[in-house]
């Protein structure tokens, strides 16, 4: 597709569950960014990759919390023993480059822990 | 810790109307400002983005103006039309790395 892509568009769990968030980016961007949205809130950066760098995890906001991206391409944002306060919507957005450059954001992922 | 603050936090016009968007950040110190707009299920789209050496970027009928000693920039969008409504944020990049910080966002409502 020609833009950044999410999957689901909507996941409602249960507390304590395990959930997968997968992001596909713009074909030849080479960083991909995670960002979470709480209601009210502005956006919270959670981890950036670039090319085969390491990725840069400061932003997540506790060790339930990981990100893989595999060949460079698709990226999942794991949320293991999920509590209710990590519902948001969570958007994932690619850039050509290193960071500086625009960024292109998907439509999010709206997560309820109910 | 940047700080970045986005106000009104809702702002309803009559179509037609030229308007402006207040941001502000409280470290001038930034590498570039990015605004953009978030339309309900479509995520965000990145309107202008000002390099921390310039003063104002345009597009259309859109300009953004960045003024770093007083830690503030402006988007104006002059004769609006329903289709501009959005909620429009701002995000403030403090150096040539992943540290973005976003504005709350304004909610803004275009009247027919």
């Known amino acids: 597709g020609a833009g950044v892509s999410q999957s689901p568009s909507n996941k409602v769990t249960e507390k304590g569950k395990d959930v997968e968030l997968r992001c596909d980016p713009i074909s030849g961007h080479t960083a991909l960014y995670w960002y979470r949205q709480s209601l009210g809130q502005g956006l919270e950066f959670l981890i950036y990759?670039?090319?085969?760098?390491?990725?840069?995890k400061s932003g997540l906001p506790s060790d339930r919390f990981s990100a893989e991206r595999t060949g460079g391409s698709v990226s999942t944002l794991t949320i293991q023993r999920t509590q209710q306060e990590d519902s948001a919507v969570y958007l994932c957005?690619?850039?050509?480059?290193?960071?500086?450059?625009?960024?292109?954001f998907g439509p999010g992922t709206r997560l309820t822990v109910l | 810790k940047q700080e970045v603050t986005q106000i009104p936090a809702a702002l309803s016009v009559p179509e037609g109307e030229n308007l402006v968007l207040n941001c502000s950040f409280t470290?001038?110190?930034?590498?570039?400002l990015q605004w953009f707009r978030q339309d309900p299920g479509k995520g965000l789209t990145s309107l202008l983005l000002?390099?921390?050496?310039?003063r104002e970027q345009t597009s259309g009928r859109l300009n953004a103006s960045l003024d770093k000693s007083s830690g503030r920039s402006t988007l104006y969008i002059a004769a609006s039309q329903p289709g501009d409504s959005a909620t429009y944020l701002c995000a403030v990049r403090r150096g040539n790395n992943n540290d973005m910080r976003f504005g709350a966002g304004t909610r803004l409502t275009v009247k027919p």
């Open positions: 957005a690619s850039s050509l480059g290193p960071s500086g450059n625009t960024q292109y």
């Open positions: 990759f670039q090319g085969n760098s390491a990725p840069d």
């Open positions: 000002i390099q921390s050496s310039q």
């Open positions: 470290d001038s110190a930034i590498y570039n």
